[in-house]
């Protein structure tokens, strides 16, 4: 029997406890038009405060998968293989998501067979205010530096197809980036939805805030390795470009070296 259910909601949680009713809240806000079913998966907390919160969450009805830490990419992945929605909202245990993005995005996915991922623009919430205005996906630069958080709604085939997030990144936060290229990669469309769709909470403790100095040097390296006909295929068909797109720095030095890995770039 086909599931009844349309969006499904995952949620990861590492401590974030003081946050996570916002998040929910959000929800509950938004879903007026789509059946959506919410995976929060707690990924090993230890902060009492957020251990107390997610039972008490669950004693409201909301599901709650209980997992020693495993990280950020399988601890989605986790929840996306329960997840019975057709398609699939990855969502930060402290951003929020916003009116009226679920059923923009769910209409235009049921309408449209030829788009896979739909995404937008956010507010910031926390310590930095304004919005992050995005763009049409850019692919080649996608390559080089990511442009689409993971609040992002896909089609679940999209995770099936790609293998789903990757789980042995050598630092935790972009898997996002890396989900990306993947779908790229298998030639999924992406669509830019010129509205606020989330609230993104910017926090001093972010994890992409605690990187060490290699951080970008060896993130870049393991897309280029993973997807590495991706980007062959891609510099060779414009490996000009793919030079000039960064102008100094430690990116275009790893730029220059990845091409003259690939044979098309003498360095």
């Known amino acids: 029997m086909q599931s009844s259910i349309v969006v499904s909601i995952i949620i990861p949680c590492y ?7 916002e998040t929910l809240e959000s929800i509950e806000r938004s879903k007026d038009k789509y059946s959506v079913e919410i995976i929060i998966v707690n990924d090993g ?29 399988k601890t989605r ?19 929020k998501v916003c009116s009226p993005y679920l059923n923009e995005a ?13 995404y937008g623009n956010a507010q910031y919430i926390g310590e930095k205010k304004g919005i992050w205005k995005n763009q ?3 692919r080649k630069r996608l390559l080089f530096a990511n442009q689409i958080d993971a609040c992002a709604i896909f089609r679940k085939s999209v ?31 992406f669509y830019y939805l010129e509205n606020v ?17 290699d951080f970008n040097s060896k993130i870049f ?27 100094g720095g430690l990116l275009r030095k790893i730029t220059k070296l990845i091409l003259n890995h690939f044979g098309c770039y003498k360095y």
């Open 45 to 73: 907390s230890t902060d009492e405060f957020t251990i107390q919160k997610l039972k008490e969450i669950e004693e409201k009805g909301y599901f709650v998968l209980n997992q020693e830490n495993q990280g950020l990419g």
């Open 159 to 189: 995770w099936e197809e790609v293998g789903g997030y990757a789980e042995d990144m050598p630092y935790m936060g972009c898997e996002d980036w890396n989900f990306w290229l993947r779908a790229l990669n298998k030639n999924k469309s």
């Open 15 to 21: 401590n974030h406890g003081k946050y996570i009713e």
């Open 106 to 118: 769910v209409d235009m996915l049921e309408k449209n067979e030829q788009i896979d991922i739909i």
């Open 197 to 213: 769709c989330f609230e993104y909470r910017v926090l001093s403790e972010s994890m992409i805030h605690s990187i060490s100095d």
């Open 221 to 247: 390296s393991y897309n280029t390795m993973d997807l590495y006909d991706l980007y062959n295929r891609s510099m060779r068909e414009d490996h000009d470009k793919f030079h000039n797109i960064f102008h």
């Open 136 to 138: 049409k996906l850019d």
């Open 77 to 95: 992945n986790n929840g996306i293989k329960l997840a019975k929605g057709k398609y699939v909202l990855p969502l930060d245990s402290d951003n």
